[in-house]
């Protein structure tokens, strides 16, 4: 027997910080019915910048946050947030980035801080052995 | 395990012709890296249909994403992801064409990659991978309900 049940996967919604974004660089999933798109916001709030991950990290979607992550490391940044309260899944794929920017950020003698990852990303870190190499702020 | 087919179909999320029997499905996905992404999705689906809690779907989805990320990147062939939900376990095989090695690494906080066989042996009941003559398959074992409360 086959229960009905819907698959609930979670959308989100513009919020009012769209305002002040300095840059929205987003890639849609491939699900056609949306819903689950990759999107990443960067915002300049002066003594550091806040990247805003929402969707999945996965090995279609990390290059882009790489790419982003890097680009902001590499023109100076010294103090990079990341917001992972909108992440709704990461794999070791995601880590791996998270991973890469927090040593190219120490390199260059900047720091890398991660926001309000939800627990099920949280968790990952834990069992990976990542959570005390990282600074893990909510 | 090989039962009688009930329906095969086309899928319409990207996977290729698949078949379903009452708890057991597979479906082949393209050597591109969008099919991590639309292998959790059918797994999802599946599960979903079965009533399987919402808590032990979203662990089996990160398993998944982790063999068939390797998969992509160490066979860079097409991927055959099958799940068999039976009375008390999951099983999830995913087969690729590849003979490459299946490797657990030590934790090494330093490298940016080769944490996904980590996960799944942090996380799986059980886990194991064989060659079947074509290619590589990894498995992993679940039994539900209560993993995620270890």
Known sequence: MEPARSCGSSSFTPESWL???????????????????????????????????????????????????YRLIDRGTKRIVVDLAGMDFIDSTGLGVFVGALKRSREGGGELELRSPKPAARKIFDITGLSSAFNIAG | MNLPTSRARSDPSGGGPRSETNGEISTVFPAVA??????????????????????????????????????????????????????????VEVS?????????????ENRTDGRGLQIVDALAERWGHHSDGAGTVVWFELVHPGVMAR
């Open chain 1, 19 to 69: 305002g002040s974004l300095t840059a929205v660089v987003s890639r849609s999933s491939d699900t056609p019915a949306g819903g689950d798109d990759f999107r990443i916001s960067v915002r300049d709030d002066g003594d550091a910048v806040t990247v805003t991950v929402e969707g999945e990290v996965d090995v279609a979607t990390a290059p882009a946050l790489r790419d982003e992550l």
């Open chain 2, 34 to 91: 969008p099919s991590a992404s639309s292998a959790r999705r059918f797994v999802a689906a599946a599960l979903h249909r079965w009533g399987c809690p919402d808590a032990l779907v979203d662990l089996v989805l990160l398993l998944t994403s982790e063999l068939v990320t390797n998969a992509y990147r160490h066979a860079g062939s097409e991927t055959r992801v099958s799940i068999r939900c039976d009375e008390d376990r999951i099983r």
């Open chain 2, 96 to 108: 690729d064409k590849g003979g490459g090695e299946v490797q657990l690494r030590p934790f090494d």
